[in-house]
């Protein structure tokens, strides 16, 4: 009876492990799908992210593509003009006005050692050499050195003013446009609305589909005008405070410049 016990108890022993074994191995088994099935889920998933996004850039080029033409080819071109010219305008300026940027120490450091050195001979070629609205001040300020610091001075006023006009030289016109591009957005809004009542005028009725149509175009022309104005308005208020920059550093160095001159006439003097 003993024995037979024993042999009950070891073949259920050995019949618990084999089941447990078996149910690891399902287990494992089922993991390792699990874990495929998500890494194939994950893949499509993060594929499908990726066609997203390339849909979407597609889409929102292709959104404004469709709200430019919905906004009339007729209008919205010229807008876009507008842009585009504001824009070519801006940028030549800020590139004129970088490159008359001075370093109007170094400037005048250069044309005193050079006064001190060989004359005003020696400090015009330091002005010839060296670009920008500053040094053209200077150059014409050395070249009446002869004739007394009053006119000196008058000569320098008078070339500052030259030269002011040569850094808002074409500002006008990108204060046109910014005016230009939302009154003509404005401008397709009226007529917009007009196209609009004379559909209600011939439909003999009131309907929303038909109202739609007129007031969205209206909508996306000023849309687009306003867009522009306020692209190139940030264009003109860099611009504008480039030049007060330059033109504020031309009226300090030109007072140094007389300070200069007075120094080395009254050292000739002597």
């Given at each position: 009876m003993k024995k037979i016990l024993a042999l009950v108890t070891i073949f259920t022993i050995l019949i618990?492990?084999?089941?447990?074994?078996?149910?690891q191995n399902t287990s494992n088994k089922d993991s390792m799908q699990f874990d495929s099935i998500n890494?194939?889920?994950?893949?499509?998933?993060?594929?499908?992210?990726?066609?997203?996004?390339?849909?979407?850039?597609?889409?929102?080029?292709?959104?404004?593509?469709?709200k430019f033409i919905e906004g009339g080819p007729g209008f919205m071109a010229i807008i876009l003009l507008c842009l585009i010219l504001g824009l070519a305008i801006?940028?030549?300026?800020?590139?004129?006005?970088?490159?008359?940027t001075t370093n109007s120490n170094k400037l005048l450091k250069k044309v005193e050692d050079a006064?001190?050195?060989?004359?005003?001979?020696?400090?015009?070629?330091?002005?010839?050499?060296?670009?920008?609205?500053?040094?053209?001040?200077?150059?014409q300020g050395l070249d009446r050195a002869e004739q007394g610091i009053d006119v000196v001075e008058k000569s320098v006023i008078s070339y500052g003013g030259v030269q002011m006009g040569l850094l808002e030289k074409g500002i006008s016109w990108i204060t046109l446009f910014i005016a230009l591009a939302p009154m003509l957005g404005f401008l397709g809004t009226v007529i917009g609305m007009i196209d609009a009542f004379d559909a209600i005028e011939l439909a003999g009725d009131i309907s929303p589909a038909l109202v739609a149509g007129g007031i969205k175009v209206a909508l996306i022309t000023t849309v687009g005008g306003l867009i522009?104005?306020?692209?190139?308005?940030?264009?003109?208020?860099?611009?504008?405070?480039?030049?007060?920059?330059?033109?504020?550093?031309?009226e300090?160095?030109?007072?140094?410049l007389i300070d200069i001159l007075v120094k080395f006439n009254i050292k000739n003097n002597k």
């Open positions: 618990f492990r084999v089941s447990v074994t078996s149910a890494q194939v889920e994950m893949n499509y998933e993060t594929d499908e992210t990726f066609i997203d996004e390339e849909s979407e850039e597609v889409g929102v080029h292709q959104a404004i593509k469709t801006a940028l030549e300026r800020i590139i004129y006005l970088t490159l008359s006064l001190n050195s060989g004359g005003v001979e020696s400090a015009k070629e330091v002005c010839r050499s060296t670009r920008g609205p500053i040094a053209s001040i200077f150059y522009v104005a306020m692209i190139l308005q940030v264009f003109y208020n860099i611009i504008i405070a480039k030049i007060d920059a330059i033109v504020n550093n031309m300090d160095a030109s007072i140094s």
